[in-house]
DNA sequence: CAGCATCCCCGCAGATACTG
DNA sequence: CAGTATCTGCGGGGATGCTG
């Protein structure tokens, strides 16, 4: 098997790639900004952009930090699938340095600086506001539990 | 319904408020504030925020209007789920009036509207650069794609 | 009309194995 | 080390039907 990305299995795999890992395999239908906006607010392309926001990071390196804050981390292939759509939407520039061991840098682009702290501003926004999320939640948790009352 | 955080797609509003008796509290392990950027950023949570940042809406009213610009729209199973999780988190507020028939309205708290200027933020950035995008992606393609068959 | 319950299917995402 | 191809599962989410 040639190693074209897109070469391997059917027509329809090759379109879905593209889009993969970034939480939008949908109808192409809608209105085309809204495929970026669901890139840049995928599960893992939020935490990708916010991390290369600090610096740039390595392949296993940018897992690694990403899977700090996550708990349960990226695994290779949707970080890969993740970088591939973001690079691809050209926030994300992707330094591979023909070295063995191969060594590849990722960083944002100008573009993706732009959008990353859109984001970032969007993260900390809910972290700080984080208690009242939890007050409202109580609130909402107590007003309808069936239990706890005596019948 | 265990509130599930790993497998979930790419909106983490699942969960919804099943967890009250369940023994699932495996999420909490990660940073809170991640769940309900998950929340916010899910691919209706987007939408309705967006849409009841112009005005409050009635259930079927915003089903449309959400509808409009994603062209495949949202459940009524999903929009539910949403507006149920962004209530949940003290973002959205639900006025059910107990008339027949039922109406309810929809609109956003203060806490619900700070998010949604984030949000809109990063939308209409999106929507701006969209012709930056667009042309990043034209040259991925055709970088990686010079001619799959040429041999 | 609002919205919950149920069924079911597709496709995202994880695990594994292999390559350069 | 940095990916890529493939199989499989499981849960998101759509469709349908029912209730208040």
């Given at each position: 098997m040639a190693v074209s990305v897109r070469g391997g299995g059917t027509a329809a795999e090759a379109g879905t790639r593209a889009e993969a890992g970034a939480g939008a395999g949908q109808d192409?239908?809608?209105?085309?900004?809204r495929l970026v906006l669901e890139h840049v607010t995928s599960r893992w392309g939020v935490l990708v952009l916010i991390e290369l926001l600090e610096r740039s990071y390595r392949f296993a390196e940018l897992r690694r930090a990403v899977g700090r804050v996550s708990e349960k981390g990226v695994s290779e292939k949707m970080l890969a699938q993740t970088l591939q759509t973001l690079e691809r939407d050209g926030l994300v520039h992707r330094d591979a340095k023909p070295v063995i061991p191969p060594r590849v840098d990722y960083s944002l682009t100008g573009l993706g600086r732009e959008a990353a702290e859109q984001v970032r501003a969007l993260a900390e926004w809910t972290r700080q506001r984080m208690a009242d999320v939890e007050q409202a939640r109580q609130a909402y948790d107590e007003a309808r539990a069936p239990g706890a009352r005596a019948s």
């Open positions: 192409a239908a809608m209105c085309p900004y």
